[in-house]
């Protein structure tokens, strides 16, 4: 088995039997280059290609191009997906790598995915880091499942503390509350009999900003869902904020109510299950979608980008 450098982070694992992991494995490098990125990859790569199992790559596009080249022929062999469209909202990425398992039954997967790849913005990287805790509560059963995490060094992110007792980590930050809404944002009080008229509003709001007709109707349904939500389990009644930053729509749906599963949104739930399908179809239409909750409190924050 080749040795990834000094470089490479510690393997988080649910457990060992006599030394060997037993159940999901989860690494980190930190990488300064192109070069450094490919000498780092490309041997983990290699290793999971000569040991038959099905290889998933999951990368900003120039980490592909470089990966692809350095590995020659054997490239063909690696399922590669661009990580800034995939997982530009990291809470598609668990569903993501889930579906990879499922379509290797019996087989172990080893994928290569760069979540917290350069480019994004703050609120994005603090939903990256939220996404690479969680993957330790997703996947913990899973003993054959292996997954190496690049971060460039530009980007300033620690990768240790999401690597190593995970659960941890993302349930703090599941339990703390997003940042303050700005003064200068509209605020709108909602109940049941108020959902229509959000929705008018919404549209009016998100028209105004330019948001297309498509992307505004794609908002329109989360946010009715995510409104539903604060009816149904929050207490009856909600607070929805609009705002506009770095280039995104924002509407923040606040409430009384708490959310347990930390995964809500990223495991579909069953058909007959009671609540979670909301946060997942925000999820899916929505460019990024940012959940907490706590004691008191339930805060779905939810961004259309303008252009």
Same mark, same amino acid.
């Given at each position: ?33 192109? @070069?450094?990125?490919? #000498?780092? +990859?490309?041997?983990? /790569?290699? %290793?999971?290609?000569?040991?038959? *199992?099905?290889?998933? &790559? ?112 993302? @349930?703090?930050?599941? #339990?703390? +509350?997003?940042?303050? /809404?700005? %003064?200068?944002?509209?605020?709108? *009080?909602?109940?049941? &009999? ?114």
């Amino acid at each position: 088995m080749a040795d990834y450098a000094v470089r490479v982070l510690r393997s988080s694992a649910t457990g060992s039997l006599d030394g060997v992991p037993t159940g999901f494995q989860h690494g980190a490098f930190v990488y300064g280059s192109d @070069e450094e990125f490919v #000498r780092l +990859a490309t041997p983990f /790569v290699r %290793d999971g290609l000569a040991m038959g *199992e099905a290889v998933v &790559a999951a990368l900003p596009p120039a980490r592909i191009v470089a990966l692809r080249e350095a590995l020659g022929p054997e490239g063909d062999q690696v399922g590669f997906i661009d990580m800034t469209q995939a997982g530009r909202n990291p809470a598609r990425l668990i569903p993501l790598w889930r579906d990879a398992l499922e379509r290797h039954p019996g087989r172990p997967v080893r994928g290569l995915g760069e979540p917290a790849y350069a480019g994004r913005n703050a609120d994005e990287y603090d939903e990256a880091v939220l996404h690479e805790a969680l993957l330790g509560v997703a996947f913990a059963g899973d003993k054959d499942f292996r997954l190496l995490c690049p971060y460039e060094t530009a980007v300033g992110i620690d990768p240790t503390a999401t690597h190593s007792g995970a659960e941890a980590v993302a @349930e703090k930050a599941f #339990r703390t +509350a997003l940042s303050d /809404v700005p %003064d200068r944002a509209e605020r709108w *009080e909602f109940g049941l &009999a108020d959902l229509g008229h959000v929705r008018q509003w919404v549209n009016a709001q998100a028209s105004s900003y330019g948001v297309s007709r498509d992307r505004l109707d794609d908002l329109a349904l989360a946010l009715h869902e995510i409104c539903t939500n604060s009816i149904r389990f929050g207490g009856g009644r909600g607070t929805l904020t609009v705002w506009v930053a770095d280039g995104s729509l924002i509407c923040d749906v606040a409430d009384h109510g708490r959310i347990d599963d930390l995964l809500v949104g990223r495991v579909l739930p069953p058909l007959d299950g009671l609540g979670g399908r909301g946060v997942w179809l925000a999820n899916q239409l929505c460019d990024l979608v940012q959940l907490r909750s706590g004691d008191g409190f339930t805060q779905v924050r939810l961004h259309t980008r303008l252009r």
